[in-house]
């Protein structure tokens, strides 16, 4: 039905099974939801342990199926971890 200038247009109530919630809960929402939710988190810096909660997760390796973290970030985590190993030492460490 077309409608013409300065005309509403009626439109009937959603059906419950249309409805979009008006508060996302991290236990009832979609995967992708879910995976962004915890990918920004972990981003983020937040606690690995705060965010298995916040999905509801009881093991902590359901957790990171969920995380699909960007490669500079997972490049950056990696120099991080891996910095103190590959250090160069100086002489002083090596008299030790």
Same mark, same amino acid.
Request: charged share 20%; no cysteine.
């Given at each position: 039905? +077309? ?6 247009? &009626?439109? $009937?109530?959603? $059906? ?12 009832? =929402? $979609? ?5 962004? %939710? ?13 965010? +298995? +909660? +916040? ?10 199926? %969920? ?15 891996? =910095?103190?190993?590959? =250090? ?7 008299? &030790?």
């Amino acid at each position: 039905m +077309q409608h013409g200038p300065g005309e509403a247009r &009626r439109m $009937s109530p959603p $059906s419950p099974a249309s409805s979009i919630p008006t508060r996302a809960d991290p236990h009832t =929402a $979609s995967a992708d939801t879910r995976h962004t %939710y915890v990918t920004h988190l972990t981003e983020d810096g937040v606690d690995r342990r705060f965010i +298995q +909660q +916040q999905v509801g997760h009881e093991n902590d390796s359901s957790t990171a199926i %969920y995380t699909h973290v960007s490669d500079d970030f997972m490049n950056t985590m990696l120099h991080k971890a891996l =910095a103190p190993v590959l =250090a160069p030492t100086t002489s002083a460490d090596k008299d &030790r």
